[in-house]
């Protein structure tokens, strides 16, 4: 079984910074592109940040600039640096990993469990 786990998430002024960490755990062969989205209450879950193997990344308009993913491949984990948080940046946080299990596996998406962060004005 794999698992991924959230942390980080919080309440902040608009201005300020939070770090969300992702750690995928469980029967790991390799991990592909991990990623954070979020969902606000009534909308569409959306891609905020990927990042793949090798390191590419690529960001929602609304995020760059101030926004940046990272992972620690040895580790298994994606982070996400947010500065410069707006209050329209509250919503539930989800880490995604594309991962395989073994090596005759296909690779699958994996979801956490989300965590909110909130940005009051």
């Known amino acids: 079984q794999v698992q991924l786990v959230e942390s980080g998430g919080g309440l902040v002024q608009a201005g300020g910074s939070l770090r969300l960490s992702c750690v995928a755990s469980?029967?790991?062969?390799?991990?592909?592109?991990m990623g954070w989205y979020r969902q606000a209450p009534g909308k569409q879950r959306e891609l905020v940040a990927v990042i793949t193997s090798s390191g590419s990344t690529n960001y929602a308009d609304s995020v760059k600039g101030r926004f940046t993913i990272s992972r620690d491949n040895a580790k298994n984990t994606v982070y996400l640096q947010m500065n410069s948080l707006k209050p329209e940046d509250t919503s539930v946080y989800y880490c995604n990993a594309a991962l395989k299990t073994s090596v005759w596996r296909a690779s699958q998406d994996y979801w956490g469990q989300g965590t909110q962060v909130t940005v009051s004005p």
């Open positions: 469980g029967t790991i062969f390799g991990i592909n592109a």
